[in-house]
């Protein structure tokens, strides 16, 4: 089964619905109340060691960041984080949460909880995640050489049952305006000073699948395009696939304004006085090198 990219289409759609929408995006927020909140940043992998889980702090608008109390501690906020009841252990020179004690396994469910204190109050957060299926396998993880345009890249892979969320993340390993690829049909002949002013738009870049067949007994196909790839040089691409959680914060989180100008709350699935995310996902890797 063949499942193309669908950018442009979704460009154009995106488009449409801007230009006729009939919701008023203006919002006062000058009257909301702070309340301060547990941030958590924590994904967890199937046959991965658990780290890398930041718990931070949010703070009221129209404030600066302070980094001193941004992250919080177990010395300082009396901090106390958890998986599935094992406590994490502190990096102070990361300012992350890790273990060496838990191992996590494919479709198990885990818990996090977290304990601290924000300005003198108590706070406390859960959340749960079901860590997808076994099954995921990228067929051909080394891709080789390829003619920019001439020659299709497409990632072929089984995907995990039950998992229909897919995030294809495009990182490439040089990136600037010398092996920007000029003559591209998209935005060819860019001066340099718009590439430079738009750089990070043509750095990050990524696709994802959304509602596939997870039960499917053929590899699932994922075109590589013009828009993943915007420079002449090699590329790693992470393929996740993600559960729930996963799906919901990347889909919802930077994405609060909805077609018709109405504002949302993002899903972050996190009881208490927590947001953010508590997700997981099977991750792998596929590289190629796009040439002139």
């Known amino acids: 089964m063949i499942l193309r990219t669908f950018k442009i289409i979704t460009i154009i759609v995106v488009t449409t619905i801007l230009i006729t929408s009939c919701g008023d995006p203006v919002v006062t927020i000058e009257d909301a109340a702070y309340e301060p909140k547990i941030v958590v940043n924590a994904f967890i992998y199937p046959e991965e060691p658990v780290e890398d889980i930041y718990i931070t702090r949010n703070f009221m608008l129209n404030t600066p960041i302070d980094t001193n109390i941004l992250f919080l501690t177990p010395m300082v906020n009396n901090a106390v984080v958890s998986i599935n ?52 396998d990228i067929l051909v993880n080394d891709l080789g050489v390829a003619e920019y345009i001439r020659d299709e890249v497409s990632i072929d892979f089984m995907p995990s049952p039950g998992t229909s969320f897919y995030l294809f993340s495009y990182v490439p390993d040089s990136a600037s305006y010398d092996n920007y690829i000029n003559d591209n049909p998209f935005l060819p002949n860019l001066e340099r000073e718009y590439f430079e002013e738009n750089y990070f738009r043509f750095l990050f870049q990524f696709n994802l699948l959304l509602n596939i067949n997870s039960y499917s007994t053929e590899p699932i196909q994922m075109q590589v395009s013009g828009f993943d790839t915007w420079f002449y040089t090699s590329y790693r691409v992470i393929v996740y696939a993600g559960d729930e959680n996963f799906k919901d914060y990347f889909l919802t989180a930077a994405r609060v304004q909805q077609f018709d100008g109405n504002f949302i709350e993002p899903e972050f699935h996190l009881t208490g006085e927590g947001i953010g995310v508590f997700g997981s996902a099977i991750r792998d890797t596929v590289t190629f090198t796009i040439v002139p």
Not at 94 to 101: I, Q, R
Request: aromatic share 14%.
């Open 85 to 136: 009841d094992v406590p994490l252990q502190f990096d102070d020179i990361k300012k992350t949460y890790y273990s060496n004690e838990i191992n996590i396994d494919y479709g198990t469910a885990y818990r996090i909880n977290v304990s601290a204190q924000i300005d003198g109050v108590q706070l406390n957060t859960e959340s749960f995640t079901t860590t997808p299926n076994r099954g995921f």
